[in-house]
């Protein structure tokens, strides 16, 4: 019997135009793909994805059907989000068959003072910062005084995070990642938080503070059981590439792996295809998201979806018979749009593979749960709770 694999690739934030109930969310408007497309111009060029059909999704580019071809050799359409959110974990535990009903509480004005009282006591030390910040920025701002005092600096964002910057020279890793799971241990309850990140940084050879790909995200628990409890359930393996090992917090997987940035994802993502011979492998690509989506930065966002783009002919190479992967993404993040937070927005799909029959239009799919139904379904798992399967309308 044919060995079944469904690879599916997130392309984090990689949204494609506003859901219907953007403007609840202050994201009227908001269109991470089409204005990425704009702003780029005539330099953009995304042949791959083409021929995929990526430009034959519902409403791309405002339905312009720029990016459209007339004969796509993959399945594509979009997917809007019922849960209340559009976070990194709300998204992913959607795809993965999770409604989240309560969104993940979010602290705009920093932490409780009750609970930094009883962290800093906990860890030995004070901190610095705790308010809203952008990374980047506020590594500028307080690592002079973090170098001089050794006190971690914690901020948070738009998201349901606590993250915790250190110079890896002042506080090394492994005691960054105790601090980080002190955390964790707090944050419950009335201190309730989805997710702390601990976000190391160096001062690299031209004396410039630089964050290291040596981030580690420490999650909540999913509710219940996700598509990947289900596919590991059956006796599958579950190979999770990047940050997905922490988004589910373990929960699932049977093989995990660290990635350095967007193109080693893409190695990586190819290794697990050489290695695994059955099952589920699930990836995810953070650079879009935190590198240019929050920086708002759209010409690097753009260039980086050109550079992912090239590489679809290895994925596509190292796919057998009996595959097929997934293209989407877990929410938007416009880097043309105000601020620096995740826009809420209609994710991509695009399905590809021996199995897949060709120019299979999916329409608007509801909700991201959508996906994981079917990646249980072609593997003969049990289906997870919230989601529907396309498989029938997929498959020749």
């Known amino acids: 019997m044919e060995k079944k694999r469904v690879i599916l690739i997130v392309l984090d934030s990689l949204g494609v135009g506003e859901a219907p109930d953007a403007a609840a969310f202050g994201d009227a408007g908001s269109d991470t793909f089409g204005h990425i497309a704009e702003t780029m111009g005539e330099d953009f060029r995304i042949p791959e994805l083409q021929k995929l059909g990526w430009g ?33 974990l709300t998204g992913h535990w959607e795809i993965a ?25 906990r860890i030995g030390v004070e901190c610095l910062g705790n308010y809203p910040a952008s990374g980047t920025v506020i590594i500028e701002e307080l690592g002079p ?19 915790i910057a250190a110079n890896t020279a002042v506080i090394p890793l492994p005691r960054l990642y105790e601090i980080c799971e002190t955390a964790r241990e707090l944050l419950h309850g009335k201190w309730a938080c989805g997710r702390v990140i601990a976000r190391p940084y160096i001062i690299n050879a031209e004396g410039k503070r ?39 917090n373990g929960n699932g997987v049977t093989e995990a792996v660290h990635i350095d940035g967007n193109m080693d994802g893409v190695d990586k993502t190819l290794e697990a295809m050489e290695k695994v011979e059955e099952g589920f492998i699930f990836t995810n690509l953070v650079d879009f998201d935190t590198m240019y989506g929050h920086r708002r930065d759209p010409v ?11 590489r679809l002919p290895e994925l596509r190479a190292a796919m057998r018979p009996g595959d097929i992967l997934m293209l989407t993404a877990d929410h938007g993040n416009d880097p043309t749009f105000t601020g620096t937070d995740h826009t809420r927005e209609y994710i991509p799909l695009v399905a590809f593979g021996g199995p897949v029959k060709a120019g299979a239009d999916l329409g608007t799919r509801s909700p991201f749960g959508d996906i994981g139904a079917t990646v249980a379904d072609y593997l003969g798992a049990e289906a997870p709770h919230f989601g529907t399967s396309f498989l029938k309308e997929i498959l020749k």
Do not use: W
Not at 106 to 111: A, D, H, I, L, V
Not at 153 to 163: A, E, G, L, N, P
Not at 232 to 243: D, E, F, I, Q
Not at 300 to 309: E, S, T
């Open 97 to 121: 068959g999770l409604e989240v009903k309560t969104p993940f509480k979010m602290y705009p004005e920093g932490f409780p003072a009750d609970f930094m009282e009883e962290f800093q006591r």
């Open 300 to 310: 690097g966002y753009g260039k980086a979806i050109m550079d992912f783009d090239a």
């Open 56 to 88: 034959n999704i519902p409403g791309l580019c405002g339905g312009s059907g720029k990016f459209a071809v007339a004969t796509p050799e993959g399945a594509y359409g979009r997917l809007m989000e019922v849960s209340a959110g559009k976070d990194t």
């Open 210 to 248: 630089e964050r290291t790909f040596d981030r580690k995200d420490y999650a909540v628990d999913p509710p219940e059981e996700t598509v990947l409890d289900k596919v590991k359930a059956a006796g599958l393996p579950v190979y999770a590439v990047g940050k997905i090992q922490n988004i589910f």
């Open 145 to 163: 005084e973090h170098e001089a005092t050794g006190k971690p600096i914690v901020y948070t964002s738009s998201d349901s995070v606590f993250q």
